[in-house]
């Protein structure tokens, strides 16, 4: 029979050849879950390329669903290594558009440009921590499940946003659509290249994972963090104040997740609606994982799932091929993921007869 | 329409829309006390809802949809068995990573069957007698088969858990795995089994809310339901007779919105869909005030994986 011998030591290349494998099987199961429906996964996975890589404007696109992504995973990586579980991104994402969103529609008066994006960007870093802070609070002092509350924390702020796009921050002009008045020139994040989308957002990414980086690799901070994630016992005896470190984490988590919110409104959308960005919190998890933690590794599997999650929603308006595609190839990857974890510490064997 | 029959209505839907809510939170319940933690019950109730429609939108009978749909919630919750118990993954990312996939399939697969209707819902089958007593004969004995097979549920399995040896075993499986083995439990039977269970019983809410309260098919139809069970284990403190209580609590709320919503009232539909949500959040926050005052507590190694020792 196959049983599992535990591992003595781990070769190196396992913590690449794992997640390139996961990725394989997401894409082999997507490809049939899309034969199954007679159409030809090779059309659907070339057409996910080259919408996603295939000309320097379709990189842009791909960096530009990447930029959110490089965002919430960094925050992520910092809780996460705690064995706290923010599945909240995405509430923490809308707050930040919100908070930000409130200073373009309502307080530009007078503000200078640089003055404006400062402001919103610090509204949406606060707004984002807000939310994110909530439920660290509730699980602190009373061992409430932060997997659920973050998880509802998304649709009252999705239902928050709802209510404002439909009601009092409606756009007068917008014919019954919900959606607010187009921030003025001052609120709009300039533009890096000429005919892309791809904004300044993208440098702000890239400095968060650098401090992240810096924060996990190289400060007290992270050495705690490090310890807590290893043993919580073992950190409180060693004088760590754990929950201490919990709140910090969770306000670099939803303080990141509301910058990338501000960096879509402000930078992509350049007004609020009921319908900012793709399922980022949860695809933001799975870079966090495939990525085994590790910052800059982010920015690479952001890269990745950003032209993943780019390339299938080209695919549908061009193709007509449902977006689902992309949440059963992430699914798969994430549980093939989860499950080869094992052959980190276990070999699989072979044994004769019965045990 | 006058204010009593109103009332009685309102009432008789809240137990439909509990009944959605109050067969995954059983399932999770035997999940969680066989020490196993899914959070895929969203995925699983999206993969039931569905299943459960596509089966009753062709068949024509409402009956076998029910039944496809809670068979393939059970199918869907295998994968986080295999990968929990089987692989010892962690059980929280496995169970999100069903969730997802739920999401995935049913939008994948969902795409064409958008916006259809299904005609042939589950009959209203008035018990005798009992649907005679006044008030509760029409709120709780007028209703569908499955709103009845989910009292019994309820009952059947409250008295397997405290009353049989097979609840005995699973009950020491979830709090000491490892003297549950020694004691000659397969602990790995036990937890694939109740995983197994957990899957059938969320696929029969999603496949429920299609073949009775919502006949039809959108995207993303449970809308959060499968994390209000979730959040309903912890409140019902992993005790199948509270479950009732806390699922026909949010039925209420259910009922209420759209009874509101039906009314025409001035309070925007935004705040109203909010509501079940701020009300799981209220609800969660005040019972893990009261799992910690009164020492209770989850299964004690809930969400651990089991290691038989190799020799």
Do not use: C
């Not at chain 1, 705690?224 to 290893?230: H, L, P, T």
């Amino acid at each position: 029979m196959l049983y599992f011998e535990k591992r003595q030591s781990v070769p190196r290349y396992f913590k690449v050849i794992i997640p390139i494998i996961s990725l394989l099987i997401g894409l082999i199961i997507g490809a049939i879950a899309v034969a199954i429906v007679g159409i030809n996964p090779l059309d659907v996975y070339g057409g996910i390329l080259s919408n996603a890589f295939g000309s320097w404007y379709a990189f842009s696109e791909t960096l530009v669903a990447a930029t959110p992504l490089i965002l919430i995973t960094a925050g992520l990586i910092v809780v996460f290594r705690m064995n706290v579980w923010n599945i909240g991104a995405y509430g923490q994402y809308i707050m930040g558009a919100i908070f930000s969103s409130y200073f373009a529609l309502f307080a530009s008066h007078g503000l200078s440009k640089p003055v404006m994006l400062a402001v919103m960007v610090i509204s949406s870093m606060v707004g984002g921590a807000i939310w994110a802070l909530i439920p660290t609070l509730l699980k602190i002092f009373w061992e409430v499940n932060e997997v659920i509350t973050t998880l509802l924390l998304n649709y009252i702020a999705l239902y928050t946003l709802k209510f404002l796009m439909y009601g009092p921050w409606k756009n007068p002009e917008s014919y019954g659509f919900p959606l607010s008045k187009t921030f003025p020139q001052t609120a709009i994040l300039p533009v890096l290249f000429k005919g892309t989308r791809l904004t300044v957002g993208i440098i702000f990414a890239l400095i968060a994972v650098l401090i992240v980086w810096f924060l996990i690799k190289k400060s007290k901070f992270g050495y705690e963090v490090r310890i807590i994630g290893d043993n919580p016992l073992a950190a409180k005896y060693a004088g760590i104040s754990v929950n201490r470190n919990i709140i910090i984490g969770m306000a670099i988590n939803g303080a990141l997740a509301g910058l990338a919110g501000m960096t879509e409104v402000s930078g992509i959308v350049h007004y609020l609606q009921v319908k900012i960005g793709a399922d980022y919190g949860y695809t933001a998890i799975i870079v966090a994982w495939i990525s085994y933690l590790d910052p800059l590794v982010t920015i690479l599997a952001s890269i990745l799932f950003g032209g993943l999650a780019s390339g299938g929603y080209s695919l549908q308006i061009t193709m007509r091929v449902s977006y689902g595609i992309v949440g059963l190839i992430e699914s798969i990857t994430l549980f093939s993921l989860v499950g080869a974890q094992i052959f980190l510490n276990y070999k699989l064997r072979w044994k004769n007869g019965s045990s | 329409m006058d204010h009593h029959s109103i009332y009685i209505s309102l009432l008789a839907n809240t137990v439909k829309a509990g009944t959605i809510l109050l067969f995954p939170t059983i399932g999770e319940i035997f999940t969680e006390r066989a020490g196993i933690l899914n959070l895929g019950v969203e995925g699983m109730m999206l993969i039931g809802a569905f299943i459960g429609f596509i089966v009753a939108y062709t068949t024509k009978d409402p009956y076998l949809g029910f039944f496809a749909g809670t068979i393939a919630g059970g199918i869907a919750s295998l994968i986080h068995a295999f990968i929990s118990i089987t692989l010892r993954g962690n059980q929280i990312v496995s169970g999100l990573a069903l969730t997802i996939f739920g999401g995935g399939f049913t939008t994948f697969y969902g795409q064409k069957w958008i916006n259809m209707t299904l005609n042939n819902t589950l009959p209203t089958v008035k018990l005798p007698i009992l649907s005679k007593i006044p008030y509760i004969g029409p709120i709780f004995f007028s209703q569908d088969l499955i709103v009845y097979l989910s009292y019994i549920t309820v009952l059947v399995m409250w008295f397997i858990l405290y009353k049989t040896t097979m609840g005995l075993n699973l009950r020491a499986v979830g709090e000491n795995a490892k003297a549950a083995n020694a004691m000659g439990i397969s602990v790995y039977r036990v937890r694939y089994m109740w995983t197994f269970f957990g899957g059938l019983l969320a696929g029969a809410g999603g496949a429920y809310l299609t073949t009775s309260y919502a006949p039809f098919w959108l995207d993303g139809i449970t809308a959060g339901r499968g994390w209000i069970a979730i959040a309903l284990v912890i409140f019902a403190m992993w005790d199948p007779l509270k479950a009732l209580f806390g699922a026909y609590l949010f039925g209420g709320i259910n009922a209420l919105q759209f009874q509101l919503q039906a009314s025409g009232t001035t309070i925007p539909s935004a705040i109203l869909n909010m509501l079940p949500y701020i009300g799981t959040f209220i609800v969660i926050t005040i019972s893990s005030i009261i799992v910690k005052t009164r020492h209770v507590r989850p299964p004690k190694e809930l969400g651990i994986p089991y290691i038989r020792e190799e020799k």
